[in-house]
């Protein structure tokens, strides 16, 4: 009886799946919902009578729990990076005509897809089982959302046995949330009087970041697959691997194309221009891959985005709304930018309020009057801006908008920053929005990672008088954070975790949390290598710093200007007390040297020993600079398998050395 028992579960798991792929994947379903119903509710009653046979990714599960969690973070296999946008044809014929150049001219073939505007997910299958999945955080890592992923119907939890899948694998995609959804869903909450969702990705991004599962699986999420990554892949191109991802099950975009020259791909933009508007879910583009897998680790990436893959961004949507009024707001390096306030105006599915006019240059220019009507769009379909005036609505007394003379938050006299168009607030360590500003960089996710510090909670600590250097952040105690508004127990020992885990955020993190000026993420890291701990770097003169790599005389002066200040210097030593990390792990320096100074080398191929990103993290860690391009300069070509024709033959014609994997790791690991 038992056996029975347990054989007709499974036969109704594995049927309701088959329906839940024929419902949302193909839209073909072959059952009415009331037959569905009465199937789940048959497997539901199995389920109760005989918990020995529970399985979280049964069909009945998909409704989610409302037990509250939060998300763990999880490191990805493989760096989740974004793409390169173009905004024109001529862009996107420029990236094809570099892609031929890169390969030596080897044929190109390209496969144009949907760029789904969602929010990205990775999603990992073990034996045709969904093991875990993960947004894409910062690329590098991203939060644990199986049980909510679990609740998108159009995700398979267990694929059908025989289908020829690796026994481990995974997929990429977007999770989105249908026009149709979202538009009830704000319906809902307008009757409810809730705040609306600016945007379907807003909503989609927001829904999977929810606590409850259960509440997750009444949005109606969906998702698209657009990626296949693993050890054992079908086959050598991204087309068919993409065929395959949808022969298992998932749900893979109809319009997937492959391209073979630049006439189809303009073909393929100009029909989906237009197109895209009938599309059931939201999109800001299409995207454009190098079919060939080989291709595509031949082509390699950047630091942020790969060399073989490029998005290209329809044409902005341009409407028509009033000047309110122009706003000025001081930002953390003193910067005055001018804000458009406008009347609300629907663009490209968000509701337009502001948009931001960045200097006095770009005021002039535009010519923009008092109660104007302007022109707006969004770049990328991103960032609203004014892009003209309508001249004809302009009113006979209406006067140019005046840029302030003044900050407007401390009434310091403005100044302008020599060849710039900037104006900005010289009261650098007295003027608000300044100071509030450095403690919201100080507690980043990519600096100090003190979860919970945004800018509300900021303003916060700064009214309060808890926080007025990012210093007075470690004598904050959870006693003191409930003496602020809506702060309980939970949310104060939240901060006061992180306060504690960021004693252990390595030195060039820290230096790149000071908020120097000119001193971004990539510029921190040099000064912190070159200097080694906060001492030496504090002492180092502008001629010391100018001879670092790539660090100038505009970043040498901006640095010992920084530490020439007291109130900078207390703010060190007090940080120094308080126990964060003031000079490089000597584990970090164990790993460097200079054995690859001076040396410029240039990765080209297959590797079977390390990746192509672990040889470009050794080759910078023994000094030595990475290059995409051979030429006269380079000292040594890397070279692994199907290393590309036109590569091979420059380095030999220009004379320059070809080593193997095996010789680039003797010549790292030789004393």
Same mark, same amino acid.
């Given at each position: 009886?038992? &056996?029975?028992?347990?054989?007709?579960?499974?036969?109704?798991?594995?049927?309701?799946?088959?329906?839940?792929?024929?419902?949302?994947?193909?839209?073909?379903?072959?059952?009415?919902?009331?037959?569905?119903?009465?199937? *789940?509710?048959?497997?539901?009653?199995?389920?109760?009578?005989?918990?020995?046979?529970?399985?979280?990714?049964?069909?009945?599960?998909?409704?989610?729990?409302?037990?509250?969690?939060?998300?763990?973070?999880?490191?990805?296999?493989?760096?989740?990076?974004? *793409?390169?946008?173009?905004?024109?044809?001529?862009?996107?014929?420029?990236?094809?005509?570099?892609?031929?150049?890169?390969?030596?001219?080897? &044929?190109?073939?390209?496969?144009?897809?949907?760029?789904?505007?969602?929010?990205?997910?990775?999603?990992?299958?073990? !034996?045709?089982?969904?093991?875990?999945?993960?947004?894409?955080?910062?690329?590098?890592?991203?939060?644990?959302?199986?049980?909510?992923?679990?609740?998108?119907?159009?995700?398979?939890?267990?694929?059908?046995?025989?289908?020829?899948?690796?026994?481990?694998?995974?997929?990429?995609?977007?999770?989105?949330?249908?026009?149709?959804?979202?538009?009830?869903?704000?319906?809902?909450?307008?009757?409810?009087?809730?705040?609306?969702?600016? &945007?379907?990705?807003?909503?989609?991004?927001?829904?999977?970041?929810?606590?409850?599962? =259960?509440?997750?699986?009444?949005?109606?999420?969906?998702?698209?697959?657009?990626?296949?990554?693993? $050890?054992?892949?079908?086959?050598?191109?991204?087309?068919?691997?993409?065929?395959?991802?949808?022969?298992?099950?998932?749900?893979?975009?109809?319009?997937?194309? %492959?391209?073979?020259?630049?006439?189809?791909?303009?073909?393929?933009?100009?029909?989906?221009?237009?197109?895209? !508007?009938?599309?059931?879910?939201?999109?800001?583009?299409?995207?454009?891959?190098?079919?060939?897998?080989?291709?595509?680790?031949?082509?390699?990436?950047?630091?942020?985005?790969?060399?073989?893959?490029?998005?290209?961004?329809?044409?902005?949507?341009?409407?028509?709304?009033?000047?309110?009024?122009?706003?000025?707001?001081?930002?953390?390096?003193?910067?005055?930018?001018?804000?458009?306030?406008?009347?609300? %105006?629907?663009? +490209?599915?968000?509701?337009?309020?502001?948009? /931001?006019?960045?200097?006095?240059?770009?005021?002039?220019?535009?010519?923009?009057?008092?109660?104007?009507? %302007?022109?707006?769009?969004?770049?990328?379909?991103?960032?609203?801006?004014?892009?003209?005036? $309508?001249?004809?609505?302009? +009113?006979?007394?209406?006067?140019?908008?005046?840029?302030?003379? @003044?900050?407007?938050?401390?009434?310091?006299?403005?100044?302008?920053?020599?060849?710039?168009?900037?104006?900005?607030?010289?009261?650098?360590?007295?003027?608000?929005?300044?100071?509030?500003?450095?403690?919201? @960089?100080?507690?980043?996710?990519?600096?100090?990672?003190? $979860?919970?510090?945004?800018?509300?909670?900021?303003?916060?600590?700064?009214?309060?008088?808890?926080?007025?250097?990012?210093?007075?952040?470690?004598?904050?105690?959870?006693?003191?954070?409930?003496?602020?508004?809506?702060?309980?127990?939970?949310? =104060?020992?939240?901060?006061?975790?992180?306060?504690?885990? /960021?004693? &252990?955020?390595?030195?060039?993190?820290?230096?790149?949390?000071?908020?120097?000026?000119?001193?971004?993420?990539?510029?921190?890291?040099?000064?912190?290598?070159?200097?080694?701990?906060?001492?030496?770097?504090?002492?180092?003169?502008?001629?010391?710093?100018?001879?670092?790599?790539?660090?100038?005389?505009?970043?040498?002066?901006?640095?010992?200007?920084?530490?020439?200040?007291?109130?900078?210097?207390?703010?060190?030593?007090?940080?120094?007390?308080?126990?964060?990390?003031?000079?490089?792990?000597?584990?970090?320096?164990?790993?460097?040297?200079?054995?690859?100074?001076?040396?410029?080398?240039?990765?080209?191929?297959?590797?079977? !020993?390390?990746?192509?990103?672990?040889?470009?993290?050794?080759?910078?860690?023994?000094?030595?600079?990475? /290059?995409?391009?051979?030429?006269?300069?380079?000292?040594?070509?890397?070279?692994?398998?199907?290393?590309?024709?036109?590569?091979?033959?420059?380095?030999?014609?220009?004379?320059?050395?070809?080593?193997?994997?095996?010789?680039?790791?003797?010549?790292?690991?030789?004393?």
């Amino acid at each position: 009886m038992g &056996n029975e028992t347990k054989d007709r579960i499974e036969a109704l798991r594995k049927e309701l799946n088959e329906h839940n792929y024929r419902y949302y994947v193909l839209s073909q379903p072959t059952i009415t919902d009331l037959e569905f119903d009465m199937k *789940l509710k048959e497997l539901q009653q199995l389920e109760d009578a005989n918990p020995e046979y529970f399985d979280p990714y049964s069909p009945t599960q998909r409704v989610g729990s409302d037990i509250n969690k939060a998300f763990t973070q999880i490191k990805h296999d493989r760096p989740m990076m974004s *793409l390169s946008n173009t905004y024109s044809i001529e862009e996107v014929e420029d990236f094809i005509r570099r892609v031929s150049k890169e390969l030596g001219g080897e &044929n190109v073939q390209l496969v144009g897809e949907m760029k789904f505007d969602g929010t990205s997910i990775s999603l990992h299958y073990e !034996h045709g089982r969904l093991v875990r999945a993960v947004t894409r955080g910062d690329g590098t890592r991203g939060d644990d959302v199986t049980s909510n992923i679990t609740t998108i119907k159009s995700i398979p939890l267990q694929l059908p046995e025989g289908l020829g899948y690796p026994d481990s694998f995974e997929v990429r995609g977007e999770v989105l949330m249908p026009w149709k959804v979202f538009d009830a869903l704000n319906r809902e909450r307008e009757f409810n009087e809730e705040p609306l969702f600016a &945007n379907p990705r807003n909503a989609a991004s927001g829904t999977l970041k929810l606590q409850n599962s =259960a509440e997750v699986a009444k949005r109606g999420l969906d998702a698209y697959i657009y990626y296949l990554l693993g $050890d054992e892949l079908p086959a050598d191109n991204h087309f068919d691997n993409m065929k395959a991802v949808k022969s298992w099950g998932f749900k893979v975009s109809d319009a997937m194309k %492959v391209l073979n020259n630049i006439n189809e791909a303009l073909e393929f933009i100009n029909y989906w221009d237009n197109e895209r !508007h009938n599309l059931p879910v939201a999109t800001d583009g299409l995207v454009f891959k190098v079919n060939s897998l080989a291709q595509q680790e031949e082509m390699g990436a950047t630091a942020k985005s790969p060399k073989w893959a490029v998005a290209y961004k329809f044409q902005p949507e341009r409407v028509s709304t009033k000047l309110k009024y122009v706003s000025f707001e001081t930002g953390r390096m003193g910067n005055i930018t001018p804000v458009a306030n406008l009347e609300p %105006v629907l663009l +490209s599915g968000t509701i337009v309020k502001r948009a /931001s006019l960045h200097n006095e240059d770009i005021i002039k220019s535009l010519d923009i009057h008092e109660g104007d009507y %302007v022109y707006v769009e969004k770049g990328g379909e991103i960032i609203p801006k004014i892009v003209g005036v $309508d001249n004809s609505k302009r +009113s006979s007394d209406s006067k140019p908008i005046e840029f302030v003379s @003044h900050c407007p938050v401390c009434g310091t006299k403005l100044e302008r920053v020599e060849g710039e168009a900037a104006w900005v607030c010289p009261n650098k360590y007295r003027c608000r929005p300044q100071i509030t500003g450095k403690i919201e @960089h100080f507690v980043g996710r990519r600096m100090m990672n003190i $979860d919970g510090i945004g800018e509300e909670v900021a303003e916060q600590l700064y009214s309060a008088g808890l926080v007025r250097t990012i210093a007075d952040i470690y004598d904050l105690t959870a006693e003191r954070l409930m003496t602020l508004d809506r702060f309980k127990e939970k949310s =104060a020992a939240r901060i006061m975790k992180g306060i504690e885990d /960021s004693r &252990n955020v390595p030195f060039e993190r820290v230096v790149y949390a000071l908020s120097i000026p000119n001193v971004g993420e990539t510029v921190a890291k040099k000064l912190a290598f070159a200097a080694g701990d906060i001492d030496h770097l504090m002492a180092m003169n502008v001629d010391e710093l100018s001879s670092i790599d790539e660090i100038g005389q505009i970043i040498g002066e901006s640095v010992v200007e920084y530490f020439a200040e007291p109130l900078n210097q207390a703010i060190i030593e007090r940080l120094k007390i308080a126990g964060l990390k003031m000079a490089i792990d000597r584990e970090t320096l164990a790993k460097k040297s200079t054995r690859l100074a001076g040396m410029t080398i240039v990765i080209s191929g297959v590797f079977s !020993h390390h990746s192509r990103d672990e040889y470009k993290a050794m080759i910078e860690a023994n000094g030595g600079k990475n /290059s995409g391009s051979i030429s006269s300069k380079t000292s040594y070509v890397l070279a692994g398998d199907n290393m590309g024709p036109a590569k091979l033959e420059k380095a030999r014609n220009l004379g320059i050395t070809i080593i193997n994997e095996d010789q680039f790791l003797e010549m790292i690991e030789k004393e």
